[in-house]
């Protein structure tokens, strides 16, 4: 059984940064997709960024430029680095694992990932 444990999230100021952690256990993490997703109130899930096992990143229009993913395969741990933070970035974000091994694709679509963290809230104020 995947779990994931996501870390990091809480309050800041507009302009500022936060480092979001995910560790992962449960099956070979090198070999899967991992992502960030995020959710605010009211709102449907949307994609942050991810990145494959071939350490492809990939991020949504909103962050980019903004945020960093990276992965630390020794820690079994992904991570989000935001930075020049805007309100509009307050949400629960949450990481996820993609569904096939190895996959060069990488999917925008939160359906398309296998297991989920229990999230993170991450807030920020004007």
């Known amino acids: 059984q995947v779990q994931l444990v996501e870390s990091g999230g809480g309050l800041v100021q507009a302009g500022g940064s936060l480092r979001l952690s995910c560790a992962a256990s449960?099956?070979?993490?090198?070999?899967?997709?991992m992502g960030w997703f995020r959710q605010a109130p009211g709102k449907e899930r949307e994609f942050v960024a991810a990145?494959?096992?071939?350490?492809?990143?990939f991020y949504a229009d909103s962050v980019k430029g903004r945020c960093t993913i990276s992965r630390d395969n020794t820690k079994n741990s992904v991570y989000l680095q935001m930075a020049s933070l805007k309100p509009e970035d307050t949400a629960v974000y949450y990481c996820?694992?993609?569904?096939?091994?190895?996959?060069?694709?990488?999917?925008?679509?939160?359906?398309?990932?296998?297991?989920w963290g229990q999230g993170t809230q991450v807030t920020v104020s004007s």
């Open positions: 996820a694992q993609g569904r096939r091994s190895r996959s060069f694709l990488v999917s925008y679509t939160s359906a398309d990932y296998a297991y």
């Open positions: 449960g099956r070979t993490f090198s070999s899967y997709t």
């Open positions: 990145i494959n096992w071939s350490l492809s990143t």
